[in-house]
Nanobody
């Protein structure tokens, strides 16, 4: 079991910046495991949506709505993923959830494990 703990949310004015952190209780990609870590968000009345992920190979993936404004990075020593958010807009207001997916390969095949954090509120005022 992996526990994910987010931090860094808060209230910021439009055009401002925030940095979110997500620390895992242990390395998500132990042994030959593959997968992703990253961030999803959910605004009131909306479905949860992808914001940004980074693969176990270090490849980032961004939603079109945040490209050029958000940057995802990782510190494998600290088992932490960061989301640097700049040029924030009111429409970025949401609860941001840390997410990790680990695909483990064994002699019997592969198994996928999904983990979610509790979420951190980001509010951007106009």
């Amino acid at each position: 079991q992996v526990h994910l703990v987010e931090s860094g949310g808060g209230l910021v004015q439009s055009g401002g910046s925030l940095r979110l952190s997500c620390t895992a209780s242990r390395s998500v990609f132990r042994g030959n495991a593959e997968g992703d870590m990253g961030w999803y968000r959910q605004a009131p009345g909306e479905e949860r949506e992808l914001v940004a992920t980074i693969s176990s190979e270090g490849l980032p993936n961004y939603a079109d709505s945040v490209k050029g404004r958000f940057t995802i990075s990782e510190d494998n020593v600290k088992n932490t993923v960061y989301l640097q958010m700049t040029s924030l807009k009111p429409e970025d207001t949401a609860v941001y959830y840390c997410y990790a997916k680990a695909i483990v390969f064994t002699i019997e095949g592969k198994s996928e494990f999904d983990y979610w954090g509790q979420g951190t509120q980001v509010t951007v005022s106009s």
